[in-house]
């Protein structure tokens, strides 16, 4: 019946029903369900103190539409009907108003007085005897009986009171399609929520996270309007209920900060930007003026700024669109659309519209259009943030590429001058073309993989802390020495070799090489990915370079070669690590914890690992540790060092 009666007016075909005449008998037939605007009288109580055998002698009024509407009233209201039962069926009353802050039900039969409910949205939900978001009672009215039934009311919201009466068969079938509607609407806003919280997670922007608070709220509150919210949320606190207002300011302070970032409402726009702000410290005026008593007016107030905000929302969005933002147009059409039915519903409320389904379901109707259509406008911004991120991936490869062909004009040059070395350089050219088709390689071998993929994705790799980081340096033995006896080709062909190895080795224990200087080799543990074992995978790659480098030896020695010698040093503790160079990118780490590991290196001797105190209590139930004592370290004192073995 209700989904009905919204496609008859879903184009604003509002009117004025047809008045009948005053204490019509309602009538109700086997299976039947009956709308009772038309047949209801009240009267309002200005002393709010008649009981029910003294407001049955008042005069009373008669409505004249479908949904009787009284707006705001201070006052008690007893509104009655005549009811005559032709049917064996159970008679069920609905009052379709889930903020009646107190409703009592009598019926008058031959006289007698009988209080069919007494309830309210003020008492804890399970004290309904039937446990329904809106007022639902059962009439002690069997077949043949007739009985006036009075209704007393009273709440400082408007009074709004669609009602009806059905038998079982009517009442079901009027509950599934409310049910429908009602499932409709929050399956909608399911929706939205759970996509944009999707998109949140994905991108993290905050303009995301601010429509997710909003969705949230307005849900709350709009199902708070309809008892949901107290029957599912907040059952044993009913103080809750009057405190709607709130909710409606709390969700305008979100969507107001939510659309100024997602127009680009700055103080370059001093009018926009100062309105907008205005209206948040209104809006959290008014909701502190509902925890007051004076909750009424702060639902009023709420309202009205409500829709002043609709039109500021409409106003920055129509400019930011000729400003050339262009996912403003869903925007636009959502808030029109809202501030349209949101007006339709507040006029109706406070009884300049008359009521009926589509009027006083105008706001969840409007709701649903915004929430959709902001969520297709935030769709539309993750489009031009991914045209964004392509564009600044294509200026990285471009600049990757500039690099390469001037690589390619050196390497040209070094063709004309050393034809020996035709070859080589054809290698060369090829290697440069075939890197030039994978620069996504090229940047993970120049840097580590997260801090690659955080370049890509956003062009740029911020610097990191981190707090627990195990560096490592390993420095050849009188290097100096043993370089004048090789060639300079034999020199970088023994070091390239040592260093090979070692790099296998770091990767084998996921070590980070951060760089080698000269002939020293320097790379870290648990970065840039943090984790728990750093400090014993850079050990165990420490013991393993010394075990190579001890069969290295025997292998030079034999061959009457003197072979390289290395100082091995570790330390554990904070680094800062990033990206330094524009051009030719270079993954660094700096910090106290560098320093100290380069001071465990140049203290410690042949052939052994040396380690700080830092690192021996984060392995010493690992390895074999011998205490060394206190050793001076240049220019940090002495310090505690250990040299470690496998067990």
């Not at 539409?65 to 005549?82: E, G, M, Q, S, T």
């Not at 949901?228 to 979100?254: D, E, K, V």
């Not at 509902?290 to 039109?311: D, E, H, K, M, V």
Request: some cysteine; charged content about 20%; glycine content about 6%.
């Amino acid at each position: 019946m209700r989904i009905i009666r919204l496609s008859i007016f879903l184009f604003f075909l509002i009117g004025i029903s047809p008045r009948l005449p005053a204490q019509q008998l309602v009538q109700i037939k086997d299976g039947e369900g009956i709308d009772l605007g038309l047949y209801l009288e009240y009267f309002i109580d200005e002393s709010n103190s008649l009981k029910v055998e003294e407001a049955t002698g008042q005069t009373y009024e008669t409505s004249n539409a479908k949904i009787l509407n009284l707006a705001n009233l201070p006052f008690n209201v007893w509104i009655r009907f005549d009811l005559q039962s032709q049917t064996k069926d159970e008679i069920y009353l609905t009052v379709d108003n889930a903020l009646l802050e107190e409703i009592e039900v009598y019926s008058i039969t031959d006289g007698e007085i009988d209080k069919t409910f007494e309830g309210g949205a003020l008492r804890p939900f399970h004290e309904r005897s039937i446990q329904s978001e809106n007022f639902l009672m059962k009439l002690p009215i069997t077949e043949g009986m007739t009985s006036s039934i009075y209704l007393k009311v009273n709440s400082k919201f408007p009074l709004l009171l669609p009602m009806d009466i059905a038998t079982p068969p009517a009442l079901s079938k009027n509950y599934q399609e409310h049910n429908l509607f009602w499932g409709l609407y929050a399956g909608t806003l399911l929706f939205a929520f759970l996509y944009n919280l999707f998109v949140f997670f994905s991108v993290r922007e905050k303009r995301y996270l601010y429509y997710i608070l909003y969705i949230l709220g307005s849900v709350i509150f709009y199902m708070g309007l309809q008892g949901y919210s107290f029957q599912y949320l907040w059952p044993n606190h009913p103080i809750l209920n009057i405190r709607l207002g709130f909710l409606i300011s709390l969700t305008n302070i979100i969507i107001t900060i939510f659309s100024m970032s997602f127009l680009r409402i700055t103080k370059k726009s001093k009018i926009m930007y100062y309105f907008g702000v205005g209206t948040i410290v209104a809006y959290s005026l008014i909701g502190i003026i509902n925890f007051t008593p004076a909750y009424s007016l702060g639902l009023g107030l709420a309202q009205l700024l409500s829709l002043i905000t609709c039109i500021y929302f409409i106003t920055v969005a129509v400019i930011s669109f000729f400003r050339g933002i262009q996912s403003a147009k869903y925007y636009l059409i959502g808030w029109t659309i809202f501030l349209v039915l949101v007006s339709v519903y507040i006029l109706t409320i406070n009884g300049v519209i008359t009521g009926n389904f589509f009027t006083t379901h105008s706001i969840f109707i409007g709701h649903m259009s915004e929430v959709l259509l902001l969520s297709f406008a935030l769709a539309d911004q993750i489009n031009i943030l991914k045209k964004e991120n392509e564009n600044n991936q294509k200026r990285i490869i471009l600049q990757l590429e500039e690099n390469e062909k001037l690589q390619l004009k050196v390497t040209q040059e070094l063709e004309e001058k050393v034809i020996q070395r035709t070859a080589e350089v054809v290698r060369e050219k090829n290697e440069a073309e075939y890197q030039r088709k994978r620069s996504d390689e090229l940047l993970l071998n120049i840097l580590p993989a997260e801090t690659a993929e955080e370049l890509k994705n956003t062009g740029k790799a911020k610097a990191k802390h981190i707090s627990e980081v195990t560096v490592i340096f390993a420095d050849i033995q009188d290097f100096t020495k043993l370089s004048e006896n090789l060639s300079p080709s034999d020199l970088v062909k023994e070091i390239n070799e040592c260093f090979s190895v070692f790099d296998k080795i770091m990767e084998k224990y996921n070590v980070e090489k951060i760089k080698t200087i000269g002939d020293s080799y320097m790379a870290a543990g648990g970065l840039p990915k943090p984790n728990k074992t750093h400090a014993k995978d850079v050990i165990n790659a420490a013991i393993e370079i010394q075990d190579y480098l001890l069969e290295y030896k025997k292998k030079k020695l034999l061959k009457g070669e003197k072979p390289f010698e290395m100082r091995i040093g570790i330390h554990t503790g904070p680094v800062v690590a990033g990206i330094v160079g524009i051009k030719k990118f270079a993954y660094d780490i700096w910090g106290d914890t560098v320093n100290l590991a380069s001071r465990m290196e140049s203290s410690g001797e042949i052939g052994k690992v040396n380690i700080s105190e830092a690192t021996y209590n984060y392995v010493k139930e690992d390895f074999n540790c011998i205490y060394r004592g206190k050793i001076e370290a240049k220019n940090k004192g002495d310090i505690d060092m250990y040299f470690v073995e496998k067990k």
